[in-house]
């Protein structure tokens, strides 16, 4: 028997954007955004998920099994709003919790943590680079001994602009005076000592 599943819209890709390392509570929180229709989730709703944060993050934050370390994603979706706080602990687990709200009610966060529900497809590609960035900088890190704070300058953006730009990037600046967003770090998979702009859906060379 053939099964058919009927889409309610083709597959679009969404922006996954880092907005900040957030410390509270001795906590050092990755803090990203992923948006349906928009380049970011609304301020509110970032306020929001770092609310829910404080209060689902233990205290203390670093324990000898747990290492003050993790991220939050705010995503805005097309029919709810979902926020998950995760944290590294007993060196290669990740502790996740989800929340969600409706766009009817946005502030009106009910937990799904204890249900079948994990991540969407666009959380987990967020969920995919930090299990791969905690690999490589805690687990197998290159001199044998685990860092923490380099995996919290592993930040991931992905634009729905071009797939070349898939890619860690560590910091964004914007300049005023061309209308850029203006990306430090460069491209991996680019020659070396070019760096790249991006605006809309345009991809341009710096200088």
């Not at 687990?93 to 079948?116: G, R």
């Not at 969407?120 to 687990?139: I, N």
């Not at 704070?149 to 890619?167: G, R």
Request: contains cysteine; positive net charge.
């Amino acid at each position: 028997m053939r099964l058919l599943i009927e889409l309610s819209e083709s597959y679009q890709k969404r922006p996954i954007r880092f907005l900040e390392l957030w410390e509270i509570n001795d906590w050092k929180i990755k803090m990203y955004g992923i948006s349906y229709k928009n380049d970011l989730p609304s301020h509110d709703l970032i306020s929001k998920a770092k609310e829910i944060a404080q209060q689902s993050l233990p205290v203390p934050a670093i324990t000898e099994n747990r290492y003050g370390a993790g991220f939050v994603g705010v995503h805005d979706g097309k029919d709810a709003n979902f926020i998950f706080v995760d944290w590294w602990s007993n060196e290669n687990e990740l502790q996740h919790h989800v929340y969600i709200s409706t766009k009817e009610e946005p502030n009106m966060f009910k937990e799904y943590t204890n249900t079948s529900l994990i991540a969407c497809c666009w959380d987990l590609k967020l969920m995919s680079f930090e299990r791969d960035s905690w690999v490589g900088t805690v687990l197998n890190h290159p001199s044998g001994q685990p860092s923490v704070e380099e995996y919290l300058q592993k930040q991931l953006n992905v634009d729905i602009y071009k797939s070349l730009v898939q890619q860690y990037i560590r910091k964004v600046t914007f300049s005023e005076k061309s209308g850029w967003w203006f990306y430090v770090k460069k491209a991996r998979n680019v020659k070396k000592g070019r760096s790249y702009c991006y605006y809309k859906s345009e991809l341009g060379r710096c200088w």
